[in-house]
């Protein structure tokens, strides 16, 4: 038997592809009127004394151990050691949605969520799945992808990974897309598809060119228009990190998350790639659909507040007044292309190695952003040729599947870029042999 409150939310989204879509789980979650919400109360109202969180206070402001505050001074007691709301925090939710729309210039007049603080990408894709993909329900994605969608989709939500080719003849593979799309609306009696859509793409290292983008929009668009229910998840880890001139430089949330009403796209970023954070572990999910009134996006965000609340409870504090103090930073942007630059270096470096060399056991597939590139192997198996590299040369690479094998030139300093790929080329022909 569901929860009021998970009834309550469920009738609020009644009518949205968001509540059309949600999983068995996603339909029993709701975020409780338990201490967090109480708390919250108590912190707007309770002007006398408030004695609801489980924090040591003095004078209404967290202690703080000066073992711990030396070693970030700048910072307040509160902006290091409180638990942050378990959305995030209000200003750098705000300042991140700012961000959004001078980012992606599309975006103006558009309606779309508040951002939702995740402690990092990956937990927001596993909500995503959480909310949307069960056993009945799979997810879609491009071949080759990232490794950690298989583990969250199909052994943590015992579902299916569905994929569709990346690419053929050295460009996006449209038409794959367009059937991978319409064969999983026929396949589902609910007539519903869930598709991830990763730019730059981790581990091919490519975006697509505004006319991709294009083909890719108006093929969702299409699909939605025959009734099917469609929910796109933008996986923006990469976002920004191009390096040739005709890559479409937005996010293509930006013109999804109002396309069409049966279109609910979500934004997955954060600042782990975009501003050199990894270990910040702060990301964040944007919901955006035609039609969706703030009575709608909020009762989704309870939603997830529910799941965030049941696994960790909140993400990390320090990270997330970091961040904001950041981008809030004049600085941040000149700082932020400088490190670009020295991505863009290395990528042309290993353009150039990659364009002047052939090899019978080695495909480059196309890239053109992000941190990575990788090779189809033809006759030579992706583990044996990783290990051949790291035991014969003592280089480290990734073995993503038996035949694709992935080289992050985002780790090389340049003058062991030519070094790594002349060993990657010599081990693979002599494997070939």
């Given at each position: 038997?569901?929860?009021?409150?998970?009834?309550?939310?469920?009738?609020?989204?009644?009518?949205?592809?968001?509540?059309?879509?949600?999983?068995?789980?996603?339909?029993?979650?709701?975020?409780?009127?338990?201490?967090?919400?109480?708390?919250?109360?108590?912190?707007?109202?309770?002007?006398?004394?408030?004695?609801?969180?489980g924090t040591t206070l003095i004078g209404g402001?967290?202690?703080?151990?000066?073992?711990?505050?030396?070693?970030?001074?700048?910072?307040?007691?509160?902006?290091?050691?409180?638990?942050?709301?378990?959305?995030?925090?209000?200003?750098?939710?705000?300042?991140?949605?700012?961000?959004?729309?001078?980012?992606?210039?599309?975006?103006?007049?558009?309606?779309?969520?508040?951002?939702?603080?995740?402690?990092?990408?990956?937990?927001?894709?596993?909500?995503?799945?959480?909310?949307?993909?069960?056993?009945?329900?799979?997810?879609?994605?491009?071949?080759?992808?990232?490794?950690?969608?298989?583990?969250?989709?199909?052994?943590?939500?015992?579902?299916?990974?569905?994929?569709?080719?990346?690419?053929?003849?050295?460009?996006?593979?449209?038409?794959?897309?367009?059937?991978?799309?319409?064969?999983?609306?026929?396949?589902?009696?609910?007539?519903?598809?869930?598709?991830?859509?990763?730019?730059?793409?981790?581990?091919?290292?490519?975006?697509?060119?505004?006319?991709?983008?294009?083909?890719?929009?108006?093929?969702?668009?299409?699909?939605?228009?025959?009734?099917?229910?469609?929910?796109?998840?933008?996986?923006?880890?990469?976002?920004?990190?191009?390096?040739?001139?005709?890559?479409?430089?937005?996010?293509?949330?930006?013109?999804?998350?109002?396309?069409?009403?049966?279109?609910?796209?979500?934004?997955?970023?954060?600042?782990?790639?975009?501003?050199f954070a990894w270990g910040f572990r702060s990301?964040?999910?944007?919901?955006?659909?035609?039609?969706?009134?703030?009575?709608?996006?909020?009762?989704?965000?309870?939603?997830?507040?529910?799941?965030?609340?049941?696994?960790?409870?909140?993400?990390?504090?320090?990270?997330?007044?970091?961040?904001?103090?950041?981008?809030?930073?004049?600085?941040?942007?000149?700082?932020?292309?400088?490190?670009?630059?020295?991505?863009?270096?290395?990528?042309?470096?290993?353009?150039?190695?990659?364009?002047?060399?052939?090899?019978?056991?080695?495909?480059?597939?196309?890239?053109?952003?992000?941190?990575?590139?990788?090779?189809?192997?033809?006759?030579?198996?992706?583990e044996t040729l990783r290990q051949k590299l790291?035991?014969?040369?003592?280089?480290?690479?990734?073995?993503?599947?038996?035949?694709?094998?992935?080289?992050?030139?985002?780790?090389?300093?340049?003058?062991?870029?030519?070094?790594?790929?002349?060993?990657?080329?010599?081990?693979?022909?002599?494997?070939?042999?």
């Open positions: 038997m569901l929860n009021p409150l998970a009834v309550e939310l469920n009738d609020t989204l009644a009518g949205t592809v968001a509540g059309a879509l949600l999983s068995d789980l996603g339909t029993r979650i709701y975020f409780p009127k338990g201490i967090i919400a109480q708390s919250a109360e108590a912190k707007k109202f309770g002007k006398t004394a408030n004695a609801t969180i402001k967290p202690v703080i151990l000066e073992a711990v505050h030396r070693f970030a001074p700048s910072l307040s007691a509160g902006e290091l050691v409180a638990y942050s709301p378990t959305a995030g925090n209000p200003d750098l939710r705000a300042a991140w949605k700012e961000k959004l729309y001078q980012k992606n210039p599309s975006l103006k007049g558009k309606s779309f969520s508040l951002p939702v603080v995740v402690p990092g990408l990956t937990a927001g894709i596993s909500y995503l799945a959480d909310l949307f993909v069960d056993k009945d329900h799979p997810l879609l994605s491009a071949d080759p992808c990232w490794d950690n969608y298989a583990l969250i989709v199909e052994a943590r939500r015992n579902s299916q990974l569905r994929q569709f080719s990346m690419f053929k003849d050295g460009r996006f593979d449209i038409e794959s897309f367009k059937k991978a799309i319409s064969d999983e609306a026929r396949r589902n009696a609910d007539k519903s598809v869930r598709v991830i859509l990763n730019f730059p793409q981790n581990p091919s290292g490519y975006s697509p060119s505004n006319e991709e983008a294009k083909e890719i929009i108006d093929a969702v668009l299409a699909e939605a228009e025959k009734g099917t229910k469609i929910i796109v998840w933008d996986d923006d880890a990469y976002f920004g990190l191009n390096y040739e001139g005709d890559i479409y430089g937005q996010s293509l949330f930006a013109e999804l998350c109002d396309i069409h009403e049966n279109v609910l796209a979500v934004k997955i970023d954060g600042p782990t790639k975009e501003d990301g964040f999910l944007t919901f955006g659909q035609k039609g969706m009134t703030e009575p709608q996006y909020d009762a989704l965000v309870k939603k997830l507040m529910g799941l965030i609340r049941s696994s960790v409870s909140c993400a990390t504090t320090p990270s997330q007044s970091m961040i904001l103090k950041a981008i809030q930073d004049p600085a941040i942007e000149v700082q932020k292309k400088a490190y670009r630059d020295v991505l863009e270096k290395r990528y042309k470096i290993v353009r150039k190695f990659v364009d002047n060399h052939t090899s019978k056991a080695l495909e480059p597939l196309p890239f053109n952003s992000g941190y990575f590139m990788s090779f189809r192997l033809s006759g030579v198996d992706a790291l035991q014969g040369r003592g280089i480290g690479t990734i073995a993503i599947d038996g035949k694709t094998l992935r080289v992050a030139f985002s780790s090389l300093d340049e003058d062991k870029i030519e070094l790594v790929f002349a060993a990657i080329y010599e081990e693979a022909d002599n494997l070939a042999k």
